[in-house]
């Protein structure tokens, strides 16, 4: 399996390519994005290509003749980039590396990074939507993974390859960059006075292992992938030994000004997943893709606020003056 | 007739809080309380539970019909005030489970409150989910304010979640009067929703399970036990 991973410069695309690298039935594993990538690669290809380079990343899969493709090229607004960029990004992108590895004529099977929040949370709409619900974004996010969706799925029908579409809940951690992670982090954390109402997340080690899982068995068609349980925006401001606050109505508006104002900016999906709350159905995973998330909701919740603590390395005496090694005295051991 | 009007063990385990009520406040100082993603709050149905105790006095025949595990349990409804929750708290009393009333409206204010002690929407994704999950879900045949001891037409949606899962239909007779104390419970024999050759449509269950609530409601109103 030869693997060209979208997006790999991102905490969950190199994740991915560290554990594909260590397997040795992979042949080989490239990927693309505009950041570089979080963690040391040792035998994947790293190739510093904006997304929405179609030349250059339609020389790359003729160049690599691509087996499998990893699209995790769907930026979500304001966790890496802007609302504006993060929808050039992920149209372009997915255009530009679906026809790319079209025209390389390789492929044999195709899994895309999805999201939850393409069922929207629209007046009566299920709390709890499984796969068989029909997708009806509300935020501009979620019509973005449905055009992302959709153009994977007419080009894994052309081609007559299975396309996985893998629906995670919202992917949250101590290192990962996310907008919701980032609210939460707040030291006032406002909350629907209105209805607290329950959302679910999802580790980034799960969704690696959901993923890998899709890459080596196949599944045509969407997956939730879910962390079990759920938890509220106060249960979750508690857990972290944050403020919760009640907000209503128009006050909203002040507090994602202040929010943005701090550096947690508040995009569209977050602030429905704030007043609505956003769950799904995530318990046919296991037997469509052999894995199921290992980490409940409360439990990602959690390690959101598990900073660990920074450990100072000795420096070893290599013969330096002592007013070269000055510094190191001030260093807590 | 099997009456339960003490609790059960299994009951007074279920609605034993876990550790007391210093451990409750703990538990939501610190965020560590459990919700499920319909946004029931098991610590607080457990508070609560006692109340419904003392308000209602329900009497449950035919406690061995619950399935143990996914069942929609179709009952009947007058007025629609105290059914789904003297339904609610008769079972939890016989068999320790907590049954979600199917049927709230999306709702601000009001549909999170009620989400937290168990009550979901009717809507047919939540309901097939609430099923993989094992959960028994209860649903209120049309109301009929006029009779109590006639049933009305059976809605469809919740119907045709349990066919697709092929969770058993259990028709339920509640009986009793808003403003007095006791209620009565008739638990019917579970219709099969997975049988041999085809399988029925929801308008088959829907008609079928009416018939077999008229039937129980025709028997509380004899005075008789057709279970």
């Known amino acids: ?333 | 007739m099997t009456t339960a009007p003490i609790p059960t063990d299994a009951a007074i385990e279920e609605a034993k809080v876990d550790g007391g009520f210093t451990a409750i406040l703990s538990r939501r100082l610190t965020g560590r309380h459990d919700i499920d993603p319909w946004g029931l709050d098991p610590d607080l149905r457990a508070l609560l539970h006692p109340l419904g105790v003392l308000r209602w006095r329900v009497d449950v025949d035919g406690a061995d019909h619950l399935p143990s595990g996914p069942a929609l349990l179709v009952h009947n409804q007058r007025f629609g005030l105290s059914e789904r929750f003297v339904l609610a708290s008769g079972v939890s009393r016989v068999v320790g489970r907590t049954t979600r009333p199917a049927g709230l409206a999306d709702r601000v204010l009001i549909g999170p409150s009620l989400n937290r002690v168990g009550l979901v929407s009717d809507d047919e994704a939540d309901l097939r989910a609430l099923f993989r999950r094992g959960e028994l879900v209860s649903v209120g045949l049309e109301r009929l304010a006029a009779n109590r001891f006639t049933a009305g037409r059976c809605p469809t949606p919740p119907l045709a979640a349990a066919l697709a899962i092929g969770v058993p239909v259990v028709p339920v007779a509640v009986v009793g009067r808003e403003l007095a104390r006791r209620w009565e419970i008739i638990v019917g024999a579970p219709i099969p929703t997975r049988q041999r050759g085809a399988r029925p449509t929801p308008i088959e269950v829907s008609i079928s399970v009416r018939r077999r609530v008229g039937q129980l409601l025709e028997a509380a109103r004899r005075g008789r036990s057709i279970v």
């Open chain 1, 1 to 333: 399996m030869r693997v060209l991973i979208t997006g790999m410069g991102g905490e969950l695309g190199t994740r991915i390519a560290n554990i594909l690298e260590r397997d040795s039935r992979v042949e080989a594993v490239f990927g693309v994005d505009v950041d570089p990538p979080r963690r040391r690669l040792h035998r994947a290809e790293f190739h510093w290509i904006d997304p929405r380079d179609a030349a250059g990343i339609a020389q790359l899969a003729r160049e690599l003749q691509p087996t499998a493709l990893v699209h995790l090229g769907v930026y979500e607004p304001f966790a890496r980039s802007s609302p504006r960029s993060a929808v050039e990004r992920t149209a372009k992108g997915s255009i530009a590396v679906l026809e790319a590895v079209a025209a390389a004529g390789s492929l044999d099977r195709i899994v895309v990074r999805s999201g939850i929040e393409i069922y929207g949370r629209r007046q009566g709409s299920p709390q709890c939507p499984d796969e068989g619900v029909v997708p009806d974004p509300t935020t501009p996010f979620g019509h973005v993974l449905r055009y992302t969706e959709r153009l994977a799925q007419e080009f894994g029908i052309s081609s007559a390859v299975p396309t996985t579409l893998l629906r995670f809940a919202p992917l949250v951690g101590p290192h990962f960059p996310s907008p919701l992670g980032r609210y939460l982090r707040l030291p006032v954390v406002p909350f629907s006075a209105m209805g607290d109402r329950p959302f679910s997340v999802l580790h980034q080690e799960d969704a690696a292992r959901a993923i890998v899982a899709a890459l080596r068995s196949p599944y045509d068609g969407p997956v939730n992938v879910v962390g079990e349980g759920a938890v509220t925006v106060s249960q979750a401001a508690r857990l972290g030994g944050r403020l919760p606050l009640a907000l209503a109505g128009p006050v909203w508006g002040t507090a994602h000004f202040v929010s943005e104002l701090v550096g947690a900016p508040v995009p569209e999906h977050i602030h429905e997943l704030l007043v609505r709350g956003r769950t799904a159905d995530g318990s046919r995973a296991g037997e469509r893709l052999g894995v199921a998330p290992r980490y409940s909701s409360r439990a990602v919740i959690e390690s959101l606020f598990d900073w660990a603590e920074v450990t100072y390395l000795q420096v070893p005496d290599r013969g330096l003056t002592s007013s070269d090694t000055d510094h190191t005295d001030e260093v807590p051991s």
